[in-house]
């Protein structure tokens, strides 16, 4: 494979129409990722039709770098307006526009871009070196593990969310609740659809995080008594020091390890890798109490764990042709119209297209850095927009991305909506990202929690008896417990002193 990697990209090298495919591909997945409403599935499916009439090496290179470049872009307008483009930047805004509200949008946009392009290259080191053994252990999975995982998931992110535990868990549980919204995933039966033919296929992703963390900013900037975001400084140099990157190396290594291997689990995508890097950051962080004001840790794990989920999801994908997540189903897609089917076999007979593969990849991710080192400071310069005109222009961008997604008045309807009750639940302190959260994990935790019942004949053994599922229910009640353990002794040691 290791030779195949290496002839294949001398090729590629020499020709210019497909390091043109991969350019184009990072410029247009950095500039879709960062535009409110357009997540990276989005840009995969709206640039699929353009690959038909290029062979499948060209449309390759151009889709990996599309899917590459776009979980950085959708980082980017987590950082500068608070609005993840894509569901693993959900964690990216909570340290990123922290950083960007006390004037440290650079720093934090290179960051981002340094850690995303390390953990990308480590997620692709992984998928060569081990695709087959991380393949097996996720196969091991079953309904059982993934309803677990998915508990494992949401008590982690409740724990990880700065304030208060318990806001934290309601939010939660808002989120799971917005998720029964629609068809019954066992028996089809339509739930809290209020009568809408729109709202019987659920609530869609992007009009309620465009909702809840785009219209609620600019709710936000309206109200008098909201804080003012500051002006940048003049950015300076875009690199940042070594003393500061040697610094998070630990981070960075740590997250692109948790990224690489969550990614390899089919479904469980990077909501739940950014989710677990951010709790674990904090948890060995000397600045835990500091989390949610701007802490380069908390933006760096993430940011590399997002990453390292894109070469992680491809283990599946290539070696068993299972999906790891939606963005790779898009991708599957793409190699099925190009008559390539994923699997063992494609190892077997065409061991030189899996080797573009890779390069496609690891081309992606250089680009990505070069192009983006390039592109950061116009993106900056957002920044120094009046507040009353980049209010505006966010506003029409949270519509036109609401409305876009399935061409529906009624997304926009729901992305007003939850703008109100983001706003609402900043201003009562409530962390918000659980509720997206909780949207994603919650229709994976009910079809498999009552799939496992439905085949255990409702026996809740089924989880203490399989070892994986039961690691992981006690993970979950360890990080739930742990709080309350911490302030029971915390209040123990002051009545003795």
Same mark, same amino acid.
């Given at each position: ?21 991969? @350019?184009?591909? %990072? #410029?247009? !997945?950095? *500039? =879709? ?6 997540? &990276? +599935? ?104 993934? @309803?677990?995982? %998915? #508990?494992? !998931?949401? *008590? =982690? ?6 304030? &208060? +535990? ?104 990077? @909501? ?15 600045? &835990? ?105 966010? @506003? ?102």
């Amino acid at each position: 494979m290791i030779a195949d990697f290496l002839a294949v990209f001398a090729t590629i090298l020499s020709d210019p129409y497909l390091l043109g495919m991969s @350019a184009l591909g %990072t #410029v247009l !997945g950095i *500039t =879709m990722g960062c535009l409110p409403g357009i997540s &990276s +599935t989005m840009a995969l499916a709206i640039l699929l039709p353009v690959t038909y009439a290029m062979n499948p090496t060209a449309a390759m290179m151009f889709l990996m770098a599309v899917f590459s470049a776009s979980v950085f872009g959708g980082s980017i307008s987590a950082i500068l307006i608070n609005i993840p483009g894509t569901p693993g930047a959900i964690v990216t805004q909570l340290e990123g526009y922290a950083m960007t509200r006390k004037g440290e949008a650079a720093d934090a946009l290179t960051l981002s871009l340094f850690s995303s392009t390390v953990g990308g290259i480590i997620g692709l080191g992984i998928l060569m070196l081990v695709a087959p053994l991380i393949a097996s252990a996720a196969m091991q999975f079953r309904s059982p593990e993934f @309803a677990m995982a %998915t #508990v494992f !998931g949401l *008590t =982690m992110l409740a724990y990880s969310t700065p304030g &208060s +535990t318990f806001r934290g868990i309601l939010s939660g549980a808002l989120g799971l609740l917005f998720g029964t919204v629609g068809f019954d995933v066992v028996t089809d039966v339509s739930r809290f659809d209020f009568g809408s033919s729109a709202l019987q296929s659920g609530i869609e992703l992007v009009p309620l995080t465009v909702g809840l963390f785009g219209l609620a900013e600019v709710l936000r900037g309206l109200d008098r008594d909201a804080p003012r975001t500051a002006q940048p400084p003049p950015l300076g140099t875009l690199l940042p020091s070594l003393r500061k990157l040697r610094g998070l190396w630990k981070t960075v290594m740590r997250g692109s390890a948790l990224g690489a291997i969550v990614g390899a689990i089919p479904a469980a995508g990077s @909501a739940i890798a950014v989710a677990v890097s951010y709790a674990q950051e904090q948890r060995l962080s000397k600045r &835990s109490s500091e989390f949610g004001t701007g802490v380069p840790e908390g933006l760096a794990g993430p940011e590399a764990a997002n990453n390292a989920c894109v070469g992680g999801a491809l283990v599946p994908m290539m070696t068993l042709g299972i999906p790891g997540d939606t963005m790779t189903a898009v991708l599957m897609g793409a190699l099925l119209i190009h008559g390539l089917r994923p699997g063992p076999l494609l190892f077997a007979e065409r061991p030189d297209f899996v080797a573009s593969v890779y390069v496609a990849l690891f081309l992606a991710l250089i680009l990505t850095i070069v192009i983006g080192v390039f592109l950061i400071r116009y993106f900056v310069r957002l920044m120094r927009t009046p507040s009353h005109i980049l209010l505006i222009v966010i @506003a029409l961008l949270c519509v036109i991305g609401s409305f876009a997604i399935r061409n529906n008045i009624v997304d926009v309807y729901v992305m007003i909506g939850f703008g109100v009750t983001g706003y609402v639940m900043n201003r009562l302190e409530i962390p918000v990202a659980p509720v997206a959260f909780g949207l994603i994990l919650g229709p994976i935790l009910e079809e498999n929690l009552r799939r496992s019942l439905i085949i255990s004949d409702g026996s809740w053994m089924v989880f203490v008896e399989r070892p994986i599922a039961l690691t992981m229910l006690v993970l979950s009640i360890a990080a739930l417990c742990y709080p309350v353990l911490r302030v029971a002794i915390g209040s123990r040691d002051t009545a003795r002193g």
